[in-house]
C-alpha cells in the first residue's frame, strides 16, 4: 500500500499592500495637521512711531591735563514697539540692539538704554521726557497670541543729520529660545511692520 507524502498546512500570505497604503494615508494626515496649526512665524513686530532727540554739550576746560574745549554729539531714539506672539509656546524678551549703517558704510551698533538709567538721563535732559512712553523691558513674557508694546529708547554718538542720511536703522530683539528678530526703523516717523520667520532660528 502507498504510502501519501505528508501534507502541511501553509498559512495564508498576508497581503502587506494595505497596511502600507494606510500607514501612508496617516502619516500625511500627521503632516498636513502639523503643517496646519504650526506656526510660520515667531513674532510679528511693528514699530507705531519713532521720535528723535538731539544733544549738543561743550565741555570746557582751563587746565592743560584735560585739554581743550571739545563738543559731543548724541542722537536718543525713541522708538514704539509692538510684539506679537505667533507661536504657540510663550517667548521671553532678552536684550534690545539696533544697528545704524551711516551714509558713508560706518556701522554703529547699540543697546537699548537700560531701565534703572531712565530717570537720570530725564534728569540730565528734561525734553526728552516728554517724548518718551511707557519702556518695552528686557525679562518681559509674551503668551502665544498676545502682545506687548512700549518704547525701546537707542543711543547714538551722531548728529540729526547723521542719522536722517542714513542708509539703514535696525532694531533687533533677541529671544531666550528663539534667536534674534529685527525689523527696520523707517523714516519720516512711517509705521513698520514686519513678519520674522522660524527660519532665522539659530
Known amino acids: 500500500m502507498p504510502v501519501s507524502e505528508p501534507k502541511f498546512t501553509q498559512p495564508a500570505r498576508r497581503n502587506l499592500l494595505a497596511p502600507v497604503l494606510v500607514a501612508f494615508v496617516i502619516l500625511g494626515i500627521a503632516i498636513a495637521l502639523m503643517l496646519r496649526y ?17 544733544t549738543h554739550t561743550a565741555y570746557k576746560s582751563d587746565t592743560i591735563v584735560v585739554g ?8 536718543y531714539v525713541l522708538t514704539t514697539l509692538r510684539i506679537e506672539d505667533r507661536l504657540n509656546l510663550p517667548i521671553f524678551l532678552k536684550d534690545f540692539t539696533a544697528t545704524l549703517l551711516t551714509a558713508d558704510g560706518e556701522k554703529l551698533t547699540t543697546s537699548a538704554v537700560e531701565k534703572q538709567d531712565l530717570d537720570n538721563l530725564y ?13 518695552l523691558l528686557r525679562e518681559t513674557l ?13 543711543h547714538f554718538p551722531v548728529t540729526q ?8 536703522a535696525t532694531l533687533h530683539v ?27 532660528e539659530e
Open 174 to 200: 533677541d529671544l531666550y529660545h528663539q534667536g534674534p528678530i529685527s525689523i527696520t526703523i523707517p523714516q519720516n516717523n512711517q509705521v513698520s511692520s514686519s513678519k520674522s520667520s522660524t527660519t532665522e
Open 68 to 75: 581743550r574745549d571739545h563738543a559731543q554729539d548724541d542722537l
Open 142 to 154: 509674551i503668551d502665544p497670541g498676545h502682545t506687548a508694546e512700549g518704547m525701546v529708547l537707542l
Open 161 to 168: 543729520d547723521v542719522w536722517n542720511r542714513r542708509r539703514s
Open 38 to 54: 504650526t506656526p510660520h512665524t515667531i513674532a510679528d513686530l511693528t514699530i507705531l512711531r519713532t521720535a528723535v532727540y538731539p
Open 123 to 135: 534728569t540730565t535732559f528734561p525734553a526728552l521726557k516728554p517724548l518718551a512712553s511707557t519702556p
